[in-house]
């Protein structure tokens, strides 16, 4: 948790000077909350249609049954706006990276190579660094609030050790990559301008 607070606080720290009234928003992703991702966003203007976006999410729980859902990540992005910034459609170029450990989670999701069934019965604890390109639409509630949505596909590369269950620590496999190409961010975000 440390290591997201510092690293938000580094990205942001080297364009506040230049912060100014209707520059600045802040942001919570509901996906991410809805999922008991702790999350915080932040966009900056850089110029009448660019602006820099980054946000974090951390998730440190260990849920009932043996099951693992824990991870930290970091995304920011530069975004360009086809009218004004923070209304209406955007695109965006965004990296991302972090590290997790996952697994006892049953489901039967396997898409473009990637098999999130196995998760149901093994842990993997490892890292990931990617990046890609998004679209999305802010609607104006009001002069401070906003209604974000976003959706983006790219890539991942990861390295993992996977684990025999969930609970155990049985390590089966030591260091192995993993390419992943698919959707990499999904955002509904309720913004607050300031």
């Known amino acids: 948790m440390k290591r997201i607070i510092l690293l ?11 912060v100014k009234a209707q520059n600045v928003a802040v942001k919570s992703n509901l996906l991410a909350d809805a999922l008991l991702n ?15 976006e980054t946000n974090g999410q951390f998730n440190g729980w260990t849920l009932s049954h043996d ?14 706006w086809l009218c004004d910034r923070f209304g209406g459609h955007f695109f965006g170029a965004h990296v991302h990276g972090g590290q997790f450990n996952i697994g006892g989670i049953s489901n039967s999701i396997n898409m473009l190579g990637t098999h999130f069934s196995r998760l149901s019965d093994t842990r993997y604890q490892g890292w990931f660094v990617g990046g890609g390109l998004s679209y999305g639409y802010a ?12 959706i983006g596909i790219g890539y991942s590369y990861t390295r993992y050790d996977r684990f025999r269950c969930a609970g155990c620590g049985k390590k089966v496999e030591t260091d192995k990559p993993h390419h992943y190409i698919g959707p990499t961010k999904a955002a509904v975000n309720l913004v607050y301008l300031f």
């Open 38 to 52: 702790v999350n915080i966003g932040a966009e900056i203007g850089l110029a009448p249609k660019w602006t820099f």
């Open 139 to 150: 609607w104006v509630i009001d002069r401070r609030w906003n209604l974000e949505a976003e």
């Open 8 to 18: 938000l606080v580094i990205a942001l720290t080297g364009t506040l000077p230049a």
């Open 67 to 80: 099951r693992v859902w824990k991870h930290w990540a970091l995304q920011p992005e530069l975004r360009y």
